[in-house]
């Protein structure tokens, strides 16, 4: 769990407030799957 965390950390080029990574996180995936993203909502 640290691992992945520091590994976040690092990759992310700033500090971004938890919420916000979420956020960023729930955008890339919503890219990522495209049209699936629309049929899951």
């Not at 691992?3 to 956020?23: H, Y």
């Amino acid at each position: 769990m640290k691992t992945a965390t520091a590994s976040v950390d690092v990759v992310s080029p700033r500090p971004v407030r938890p919420l916000e990574k979420n956020i960023v996180n729930m955008e890339r995936l919503a890219s990522m799957a495209g049209p699936y993203s629309g049929s899951q909502g």
